[in-house]
């Protein structure tokens, strides 16, 4: 679904409930990915475009869903970054 940058390691999720700790930087991840399937969206954070449900324009989170009975998963999207989502995410 998502991967989140803890300093010299990364916190890899799986499912909103099942993660993994890797000893890689978020670059490191980013670069063995699809770039087609993954997103940067974040100095700390990497999605999957696939779990994808919503971009919030106003507060700049990306809203990913599992499956219709969770609750979305908040992911703060980077103001400079921004641009860049609307454009690849959403082609506009």
Request: glycine share 2%; charged share 40%.
């Amino acid at each position: 679904m998502y991967c989140e940058a803890k300093g010299r390691y990364c916190d890899v999720y799986i499912t909103k409930d099942k993660k993994y700790t890797v000893c890689n930087t978020l670059r490191e991840i980013e670069e063995q990915l699809p770039e087609k399937l993954f997103k940067r969206v974040h100095d700390a954070f990497l999605i999957n475009k696939k779990y994808l449900e919503e971009f919030d324009k106003i507060n700049n989170i990306c809203l990913l869903k599992k499956n219709e009975n969770s609750e979305p998963i908040k992911i703060e999207v980077s103001r400079r970054k921004r641009k860049n989502i609307l454009k690849g995410i959403f082609n506009r």
